[in-house]
């Protein structure tokens, strides 16, 4: 009976590390020009893009109570049609994750 192989780790494929950066750097330099009152004090920690280049996932942090955080969040995804089209202004891709 031929032996399984140990399952590997996904391979990071150096265009979306490119990818990540250049999307996190695009989204934190707009948060700073976003003037909703419900955001507060809100840390980008980073982005993981699909390898194949679909989807996104936005990770940030907020300081100050629960309450805040869940008005950040509203905040966040009010301004989440900006922020995609400041994204499409910056990243030229084909596709946008």
Same mark, same amino acid.
């Not at 399984?4 to 330099?29: F, G, I, M, T």
């Not at 003037?35 to 893009?49: A, H, I, K, N, Y």
């Given at each position: ?13 150096? /265009?979306? %590390? ?6 996190? %750097? ?6 700073? /020009? ?13 982005? &993981?893009?699909?390898?194949? $280049? ?8 907020? $300081?100050?109570?629960?309450? &805040? ?6 905040? $966040?995804?009010? %301004? ?6 400041? $994204?499409? /202004? ?8």
């Amino acid at each position: 009976m031929p032996k399984s192989r140990p399952r590997q780790a996904p391979k990071h494929y150096p /265009r979306v %590390a490119r990818v990540n950066e250049v999307v996190l %750097a695009a989204l934190a330099e707009e948060l700073e /020009r976003l003037s909703d009152p419900r955001l507060g004090f809100v840390t980008l920690t980073g982005v &993981e893009v699909t390898s194949d $280049l679909s989807y996104a996932d936005v990770y940030y942090s907020v $300081l100050g109570t629960a309450e &805040e955080r869940s008005e950040n969040a509203a905040a $966040l995804d009010s %301004a989440k049609p900006r922020l995609r089209s400041v $994204l499409a /202004r910056h990243v030229r891709m084909k596709h946008l994750p």
